[in-house]
């Protein structure tokens, strides 16, 4: 009921930026979180950052103060600026986006695809 595409990915060199956006269709109105996650080859997939419709954010420890999380509501599009980029942040970069039942709570996850993101030394 929900896609997810992602965008921006690509190579910098460290210490570059890059923004990566994610565009959300079809029930997107049962949204109730977004977040960006990534797994490099050999690692566990890890939480980035996150945001809700209340647009309070959380980040990764590792990020804070790097990566900004933010929402466009009118686009349905939530974007990850990241700055100051490390060889170690290269990775797959995954958009999720958490949907809830009202009635029962129960949560259910859409995955978007990916993009790369490389940053070299």
Same mark, same amino acid.
């Given at each position: 009921? #929900?896609? +997810?595409?992602?965008?921006? /990915?690509?190579?910098?060199?460290?210490?570059?930026?890059? *923004? +990566?956006?994610? $565009?959300?269709? =079809?029930?997107?109105?049962?949204?109730?979180?977004? =977040?960006?996650? *990534?797994?490099? @080859?050999?690692?566990? *997939?890890?939480? %980035? $950052?996150?945001?809700?419709? /209340?647009?309070?954010?959380?980040?990764?420890?590792?990020?804070?103060?790097?990566?900004?999380?933010?929402?466009?509501? $009118?686009?349905?599009?939530?974007?990850?600026?990241?700055?100051?980029?490390? @060889?170690?942040?290269?990775?797959?970069?995954?958009?999720?986006? *958490? #949907?809830?039942?009202?009635?029962? /709570?129960?949560?259910?996850?859409?995955? /978007?695809?990916?993009?790369?993101?490389? %940053?070299?030394?």
């Amino acid at each position: 009921q #929900v896609q +997810l595409v992602e965008s921006g /990915g690509g190579s910098v060199q460290a210490g570059g930026s890059l *923004r +990566l956006s994610c $565009a959300a269709s =079809g029930s997107t109105s049962s949204i109730d979180a977004m =977040g960006w996650y *990534r797994q490099a @080859p050999g690692k566990q *997939r890890e939480l %980035v $950052a996150v945001i809700t419709n /209340g647009s309070n954010t959380n980040y990764a420890d590792s990020v804070k103060g790097r990566f900004t999380i933010s929402r466009d509501n $009118a686009k349905n599009t939530v974007y990850l600026q990241m700055n100051s980029l490390k @060889p170690e942040e290269t990775a797959v970069y995954y958009c999720k986006a *958490r #949907v809830v039942l009202d009635t029962t /709570g129960i949560q259910y996850n859409y995955w /978007g695809q990916g993009t790369q993101v490389t %940053v070299s030394s």
